[in-house]
């Protein structure tokens, strides 16, 4: 939710003309509710300049964002992985010159990797039977594909292990969003982190056929 009003540089905006409407608006109430939730003073007792309307703004952005991050569901959902929605374009649409690179990447940074936690998604199949193909056990998670999984070993030992001592980043679930991070110095962690992706996306699809 948005709140924005219209606003003259040279009369200092019309958001003191809030508090002489007398139109009681619904939104009122809920402006109110999400403010008192964030521990502020309710929308009538805010003195509104331009500058008071942006940080009202923000703070109901943060708290929209904070509610979704709650409701996000594990498959198809970057949130669950730590990396909240951009507001541009990513950088690395521009960086990544190879198109299935940036597919594979985009396809982890929306949690959408194929999976067996995604196919099984869609085929019903009970998620504690989504287990990988490597035949150790596990569930075919995400993390489990890029850190853990047997069948990528190789791959993982000539790009990803060196990415990790790059980065000073542990073999444990949390360093995924970092890896996926869009938001690197070195452009080159994102394109070795998304020819590590493109490549087992390639042998997936050769197994499939």
Known sequence: MTLSLPHDPARGGFSHLILLDTYKSPWVNIINLKLEILGQLSFQKLGCGPLDLKAICAKLRNLDFSSTLQRARRTCSGLA???????????????????????????????????????????????????CECGKGNIETLDHVILFCPKWSHDRAIILMPLLTKLSLPLQTWAISVLLADNHADSQITAAMACFLARILRQKKTNVI
Do not use: K, M, Q, W
């Not at 990544?96 to 199949?125: D, E």
């Open 81 to 131: 992985l730590g990396l909240p929605p951009p507001e541009a374009l990513p950088s690395y649409c521009t960086t990544l010159a190879v198109p299935s690179h940036r597919r594979a990447f985009t396809l982890a940074r929306l949690n959408s990797f194929p999976s067996r936690v995604l196919s099984g998604r869609f085929l019903n199949i009970p998620f504690s039977d989504r287990v």
